[in-house]
């Protein structure tokens, strides 16, 4: 889970401190330093969590924290991409929300670098996060020491299909690359588009997910992580590699992949009109509820059994202003959300596929989660994902990249090359 070496042990003791579907939102505050200051009034909570279901269970969070009575929660929910494009300017502005969901990591790492996150050692110090793992403490702690985040939930990406298409269709899970291909050829067969991808509109990073298992599967996690943090170049042979398999299956993919956002892709998915997609599970929070036990997964397909398993299972939670004018009330919110309570009350009020980080919090339970959990436990290695592993400010130049490699294969190699060049301008600045 850390950015080295997070081996299976080191995962599952990660695990049950490792990742979460942000929770809550703010809207503005004072604009002091925050060292011990206390301005009162609600914690502005500015969340990115837009899905009907999430937002429906940061509101029950918020209303859940005014109710055990030592302070409120103001939550503003922000569109998923809008926050995304926002967050420098929510973060450097004169009135910052004091509480923003987000990830920790590297991404949180630029921010705390920059002096924008508030100091969080004392929310650590508390009964509930003194029993995180040793792999998430690391996780959330900043190169100066300084605690600058908050996990709550954390999740996996797979291979998610509908039960019942793959039985209709009468095909199965594939246990290799090889049987991977064969299932796509068996849909493409059927007038089924295999794979679908949702990397269009303002959601053009989901095309990093191939990107990322395909590398942690020919190249392994530790080659991964060191490409993304500047130490390999992306016009490499070991990339291009990347891409030889890609293209194999390029042909597989839903024609309207980068035309079409992820929500779309997923309705497709559960229409028929595609067989599967390689996405994480906060997709369900846009699935009715009455089809969610018709969801299942597989393992993206293993392609070197030599390497070692590598799994995504990002982290999700909340870091804060360091020019919050209320430095004690929002110390006490981000007590709250570390709680188990807290983030039962998540997992029950939105689609119930994250998994809580705190050590006594219950999980869903369902079939659908106990697999996904296993799925997790079994992986030597972790990733987070693109950005995460690497940086906010690097996801543009590679979805650039990656959409022109899915419309133009054959000009990978220049396509390479420009991006290892814009990748060089962000390592520099």
């Known amino acids: 889970m850390t950015n080295q070496h997070p081996g299976r042990r080191l995962l599952l003791a990660g695990l049950g401190a490792a990742g979460t ?79 923003l969901t987000w990830y920790p990591g590297s991404v949180a790492e630029a921010y705390a670098k920059k002096k ?18 040793s792999a998430l403490n690391k996780l959330c702690t900043a190169a100066s020491g300084k605690k600058v985040f908050v996990p709550t939930t954390y999740y996996w990406w797979g291979m998610f299909y509908r039960k019942s298409n793959f039985a209709k269709w009468g095909v199965r899970e594939p246990k290799s690359w090889d049987d991977f291909l064969d299932l796509c050829d068996k849909l493409k067969a059927k007038g089924v588009a295999p794979i679908g991808l949702g990397a269009g509109g303002n959601t053009t990073w989901v095309a990093s997910a191939w990107f990322d298992y395909l590398n942690i599967r020919i190249n392994g996690a530790p080659y991964h992580r060191e490409l993304l943090a500047g130490k ?10 990347v891409f030889d398999r890609w293209r194999e299956v390029l042909p597989y993919f839903d024609p309207n992949g980068t035309a079409v956002a992820f929500q779309d892709a997923t309705t497709a998915l559960l229409n028929g009109r595609s067989g599967m997609m390689l996405i994480g599970t906060f997709f369900a929070d846009a699935v009715p509820k009455n089809a969610l036990d018709d969801i299942d997964f597989f393992r993206f397909p293993v392609i070197d059994p030599k390497v070692p398993l590598a799994e995504e299972a990002p982290t999700d939670g909340y870091f804060a202003s360091a020019r919050t004018g209320r430095r004690d009330e929002v110390l006490d919110l981000l007590r709250y959300l570390a709680t188990a309570e807290a983030q039962e009350i998540y997992i029950k009020g939105s689609s119930g596929t994250a998994l809580p980080c705190h050590p006594d919090a219950k999980d869903a339970g369902t079939p659908l989660v106990k697999k996904g959990r296993k799925h997790i436990e079994e992986a030597a290695e972790i990733t987070q994902f ?15 990249a990656l959409t022109k490699f899915i419309a133009k294969p054959k000009s990978v190699g220049s396509i390479l090359t420009d991006w290892q060049r814009d990748a060089e301008k962000i390592w520099r600045a």
């Open 232 to 241: 390999h170049r992306f016009d490499d042979p070991e990339v291009h590699k």
């Open 21 to 99: 579907t942000a929770l809550l939102s703010g809207c503005v505050t004072a604009g002091s330093s925050g060292k011990g200051s206390s301005g009162g009034g609600a914690v502005t909570l500015q969340s990115n969590l837009s899905a009907p279901q999430a937002k429906a269970a940061m509101e029950d969070l918020a209303a859940a924290y005014a109710k055990q009575g030592s302070g409120r929660a103001s939550l503003n929910t922000v569109a998923a991409e809008t926050f995304r494009t926002q967050l420098p300017t929510y973060l450097t502005s004169a009135n910052p929300p004091d509480v």
């Open 386 to 400: 693109f950005n995460r592993d690497s940086s906010d400010a690097l996801q543009p130049a590679t979805d650039t």
């Open 116 to 133: 924008l996150l508030l100091d969080l050692s004392d929310v650590w110090a508390s009964p509930d996060l003194k029993r995180y793992s």
